[in-house]
T-cell receptor, first 113, second 109 residues
Framework: DVKVTQSSRYLVKRTGEKVFLECVQDMDHENMFWYRQDPGLGLRLIYFSYDVKMKEKGDIPEGYSVSREKKERFSLILESASTNQTSMYLC????????????FGPGTRLTVT | DAKTTQPNSMESNEEEPVHLPCNHSTISGTDYIHWYRQLPSQGPEYVIHGLTSNVNNRMASLAIAEDRKSSTLILHRATLRDAAVYYCIPLEYGNKLVFGAGTILRVKS
C-alpha cells in the first residue's frame, strides 16, 4: 500500500514563526502536492511538484514556499506564519502525470496564534 | 477546468445501494472523471475513475453517460463506513485535481 506520512497531526505556532511541514511518500511517486482545507472553501492547491527540484504554484501560493530535494520528500514552508494560515494541510502524491490516483496523507492541523 | 454540479447531501440506509450523481456538462473529450471521498478527520481517498466506459472496482462502480455530460457513482451496499464527502472531479490529462464542495453522504443504520 502506498503510504503518505506527514510530520505532525497537530501543530501550534506563533505569528511570525517560520514553519516547516514535512511530507514523505514511500512509493517512488514523481508528483507531490500540498493542499489546505478550510470550512466553506474546500480543498485548495498551494503548490505541486512534478519531479525532484521542480515546483509549480497552485491556486493559493502566497505566503508559502516549497522544497523538493529528494523524490520522497516534499516540504511546505510558511516563511512568517500568520493567523490566516491556520488550517488543515494535506499532502498528496501521484505516480506520475496522467490519469493516476492521488494518495493523501492524514493531514496536519496547524493553528497559528 | 470543467465545472461540476453535485447534490449538497444525500441520505441512504445501510445495506442499500446508493447512486451519487454528478453533472459535468463542460467536460472535454479527453478529461477523465475521477471520484474521491473524504471520511471524517481523514485526507481524501481515491475511489474510481473512468473515461467513457463504465468501470468497476472493489469499492464502487462508475456509470458514465454516453454523452459524458454526467456520471453516477454507485455504492452497491452502503455501510456506515461509507459516510463521507464524495467529490466528482473531471481531470485533464496530467492536470491537477480541483476539488469542489462534493456531496455529503449520510448512512442510517
Amino acid at each position: 500500500d502506498v503510504k503518505v506520512t506527514q510530520s505532525s497531526r497537530y501543530l501550534v505556532k506563533r505569528t511570525g514563526e517560520k514553519v516547516f511541514l514535512e511530507c514523505v511518500q514511500d512509493m517512488d511517486h514523481e508528483n507531490m502536492f500540498w493542499y489546505r482545507q478550510d470550512p466553506g472553501l474546500g480543498l485548495r492547491l498551494i503548490y505541486f511538484s512534478y519531479d525532484v527540484k521542480m515546483k509549480e504554484k497552485g491556486d493559493i501560493p502566497e505566503g508559502y514556499s516549497v522544497s523538493r530535494e529528494k523524490k520522497e520528500r516534499f516540504s511546505l514552508i510558511l516563511e512568517s506564519a500568520s493567523t490566516n494560515q491556520t488550517s488543515m494541510y494535506l499532502c498528496a502524491s501521484r505516480r506520475q502525470i496522467g490519469a493516476y490516483e492521488q494518495y493523501f496523507g492524514p493531514g496536519t492541523r496547524l493553528t497559528v496564534t | 477546468d470543467a465545472k461540476t454540479t453535485q447534490p449538497n447531501s444525500m441520505e441512504s440506509n445501510e445495506e442499500e445501494p446508493v447512486h451519487l450523481p454528478c453533472n459535468h456538462s463542460t467536460i472535454s473529450g479527453t478529461d477523465y472523471i475521477h471520484w474521491y471521498r473524504q471520511l471524517p478527520s481523514q485526507g481524501p481517498e481515491y475511489v474510481i475513475h473512468g473515461l467513457t466506459s463504465n468501470v468497476n472496482n472493489r469499492m464502487a462502480s462508475l456509470a458514465i453517460a454516453e454523452d459524458r455530460k454526467s456520471s453516477t457513482l454507485i455504492l452497491h451496499r452502503a455501510t456506515l463506513r461509507d459516510a463521507a464527502v464524495y467529490y466528482c472531479i473531471p481531470l485533464e490529462y496530467g492536470n491537477k485535481l480541483v476539488f469542489g464542495a462534493g456531496t455529503i453522504l449520510r448512512v442510517k443504520s
